[in-house]
Structure formats: structure tokens, C-alpha cells
């Protein structure tokens, strides 16, 4: 069973510039969310994709976005990056049908906007 | 909304201690709860979790109850290692699945 992964493991941009991280679900999970992880603090929910829709949102601006492929693997976008857009970017997959909710998580992109 | 508030560390600890990391949890249903683990330099990894009022998770000596009487979940080891060097994080979750966690607890285990 192959985790979850993620590309790049770093990456570093200027302040204004795009960003696109990527994400691959674990084998049979359906779902994906993404969380932003500052230094030192606790990660913070951005969105989930959930069949190609996102599934809900948390408190970030509309230049963070998402899409989900077919095949479940997800990307984040994020637009005009600003500094405070510095962090460890994780996703975790998750399958809605499991009942559960435990979600597993990848090793994470570090971005660092200067 | 949901939150979770956990204990600030960093908490320092001798091999074969004890160690209790306490977490308290807001939320407006029956969420589950999750303690998860950071090593350095890596990503989340779920240590353990409860589902329901009462339960114990545990995993590799650690546990934490499911208290909703108290709305607390707090972990325990009762002998800690230097491999338990890491970040805790107290989490918890709904049924849209969104994880709402804990700022974290850094925990270092001296030989």
C-alpha cells in the first residue's frame, strides 16, 4: 500500500509569485485535505476535496485553491504569495465511505517566500 | 467552533519518566479524537485515537481516555525514551472530517 506524497519537499518563491504543491492519496482513499503549518504552531485546516469538489473551507483567502483528479491526487494553488505564506504545506487523504475520519498524512512541501 | 487547547511545552524529561501531555477540546457534537506525533523534519503520524466517550486509545505505551465529562483527552507514557523525542499534537474531528488541532507540545527525552 503506497502513503500519501507530496512534491516538491521544498520550494522557495518571492513575494507576488504562484505556487503550485502536489499531492498523492494513499491507495483507495477518496478524499483530500490540506493543511498549512507555520513554525511552531499547530496545522490549520485550508480545504478538503471530496470527488472533485471541495468538500469545505477554512479561514484562507480566495488565492489559495484547489482541484482533485480523477484519480484523487490533488493540487494547492496559491496565488500573490505574501510572506506569512511561509510554511510547511501538508495533505492528508482519507476515505469518506471508511466511516471514520482518520486522515493520513504526507511528509509535507516547505515553501519559503522571501 | 471546534478547538483544541493542549499544554505548552517544551516539556524536558529523563529516559524512563512520565510523561502526561493534557488537552482540552471545544466542540459543539461528539467529535473524535486523535493525538498525533512530528518528528523532525517529518510530517504527521496518528499515534492514536478514541471515537467515543470512554474509549482508550493507545499505541506503543502511549494512551489517552475520552473523557466528555471533563471534555479532556489527555496522553500519558508511563516510561518515556529518547525515540519519543518529538512533537504532540491533540486533535479533533467532526463529521465533515476537517481536523482541528492543538498548537502542539514539544517533548524531549534526555538519556
Known sequence: ET????????LIKTRG????????SQSGHNTVSWYQQALGQGP???????REEENGRGNFPPRFSGLQFPNYSSELNVNALELDDSALYLCASSSWTSGGSEQFFGPGTRLTVL | GDSVTQMEGPVT?????????NCTYTATGYPSLFWYVQYPGEGLQLLLKATKADDKGSNKGFEATYR????SFHLE?????????AVYFCALSEYDYKL???AGTTVTVRA
Open chain 1, 3 to 10: 502513503g500519501v506524497t507530496q512534491s516538491p519537499t521544498h
Open chain 1, 17 to 24: 509569485q504562484q505556487v503550485t504543491l502536489r499531492c498523492s
Open chain 1, 44 to 50: 490549520q485546516f485550508i480545504f478538503q476535496y471530496y
Open chain 2, 13 to 21: 524529561l529523563s529516559e524512563e519518566a512520565f510523561l502526561t501531555i
Open chain 2, 68 to 71: 466528555k465529562e471533563t471534555t
Open chain 2, 77 to 85: 507514557k508511563g516510561s518515556v525514551q529518547v525515540s519519543d523525542s
Open chain 2, 100 to 102: 482541528s488541532f492543538g
